[in-house]
Nanobody, 116 residues
């Protein structure tokens, strides 16, 4: 059974930074690309970033390019999202995701609130 457990969210002032983590289990982590998504109140879930299984390919949605960095540690079965220069519009619940055996798997999410 796939398990994804996000952590690292919190309340931060505009311009601040947070580092999210997602610990994975139940599948061969190093064989799969991983995604981060987010869902703001009253909005649909949106894709934020992707990292390939080996980490060589990384992509970002336009609104976070240059501010967010995705990374992974295949020895620890963990994917990270370093978020810098945070803005109020980044406020959302952040989820990690893997597409495994024909299904999308999600963690429970971690809340990020950017406010002064």
């Amino acid at each position: 059974q796939v398990q994804l457990v996000e952590s690292g969210g919190g309340l931060v002032q505009p311009g601040g930074s947070l580092r999210l983590s997602c610990a994975a289990s139940g599948f061969s982590f190093s064989d799969y690309g991983m995604n981060w998504y987010r869902q703001a109140p009253g909005k649909e879930r949106e894709w934020v970033s992707f990292i390939s299984n080996g980490g060589a390919r990384r992509t970002y949605t336009g609104s976070v390019k240059g501010r967010f960095t995705i990374s992974r540690d295949n020895d620890k079965d963990t994917v990270y999202l370093q978020m810098n220069v945070l803005k109020p519009d980044d406020t959302a619940v952040y989820f990690c995701n893997v597409y495994w055996r024909g299904l999308d798997w999600w963690g429970q999410g971690t809340q990020v609130t950017v406010s002064s």
